[in-house]
Structure formats: structure tokens, C-alpha cells
């Protein structure tokens, strides 16, 4: 699904395929509740969005993956932590589970909290930018270079908005699939250095 997804991509490079490789980490790539206690379950859970994924259920997908986000929404209580470490110990994270576990509570969203957050980031005036046509090309990045560059990546390195994780790709390069994940997103990687991408 992940190799449709970023064929997709490569292929067509628009906002609709873009959204739904956006979507696909957060819908389906992502773990179960804290009630599947082992990676059977775990396995079940992936398997069935997959399967809803496939047949075109991603409205509802993302409506589950809405309301389980929202529920945790503020959570700082002691069971909330216990079973996010727990989580995290499921996905091998063993440094963060701990980290988890001893964390302090989070500040209350106060106008005092948000001014000392503001006054730790530097203020800098917007730098001009030269329009893309006038930059030089990007060189060319060979699909050993991507490759070498997504294993170099610690483990448990945190994803960016789209929630997906390097370990997702790591994940998909099984024996047989190595070479054409590489390949695609090697070319997707192409797609956004070149600035290519759709604007949305």
C-alpha cells in the first residue's frame, strides 16, 4: 500500500495523491489502542485498516484516527502516561517509554506560558526569497544516496506532520520490496527537491 501510495505520487503529483500518502501514516500506519497488549493484535489491528484502506474507506478511517487523537487531547494524568509508555515500549521505544513515565505534568496553557515560550525563539525579519525558476537545479540524488540517508536515522526518530516514520519505510523494505520502495521514494524525494510539488 505504502509502494502504491508513493507510485501514486510519482506518477501523477497531485493534491489528491499527496493527501492520501499524508493520510496513510495516520490512518493505518498507526498503533492500536493501548488495549492490544501483544503483536498479534497489533498485526490484526494494521492488517484491518489495511483492508478498510483498500477498499476505499478512508473517510471513516480518518474520522477513527480524528477521534482517537482527540480523546488524548490534555491528557496528564498518571494512567495516561502509563499507558503511553506502555505504547512506546510496544513500538521498541524503550528510552522514550521511560522518559514518558518520569515526565512532568504540562503547563497550564496560561498567557504568562505562552509569552515565555514566545521569548525563547528568536525574531528575524522574513529573508527575501529568489522565485524557483531563477535558483540552480538540484542535483541529481541516486536512489543509493536516499537509501543510505533513511537508515542513517536514529532509531525512534520522531516523524513530521504526516506522521510518517522513518521506520515505516524501514519497514517496508522486506527482501522483495527493498529496491522498489527505494526507487519510489527516490523519486518523490526528486518531486520535492526540485519544488515540484502541488502548492497545497
Known sequence: VLIRCLAAVV????????????????????????????????????LDRLERWEMGERGSLWADATRS??????????????????????????????????????VAPTREAANKLSNLHPRAAIPTRQPLSQLALPPDLPCALVSKMVHAFPKGTSPGPSGLRVQHLLDACTQANKATVMEQLTHVVAILAHGSAPHE
Open 11 to 46: 506518477l501523477s503529483n497531485s493534491t489528491q495523491v499527496w493527501s492520501d500518502l499524508f493520510m496513510l501514516p495516520k490512518t493505518v500506519l498507526c498503533m492500536p489502542s493501548a488495549s492490544a497488549k501483544d503483536e498479534g493484535a497489533t498485526a490484526a489491528f494494521t
Open 69 to 106: 487523537r482527540s480523546n488524548g487531547q490534555g491528557a496528564d494524568t498518571a494512567e495516561f502516561k502509563r499507558l503511553r509508555a506502555e505504547t512506546l515500549g510496544r513500538e521498541g521505544l524503550d528510552s522514550k517509554a521511560c522518559s514518558m513515565l518520569v515526565s512532568k505534568e504540562l
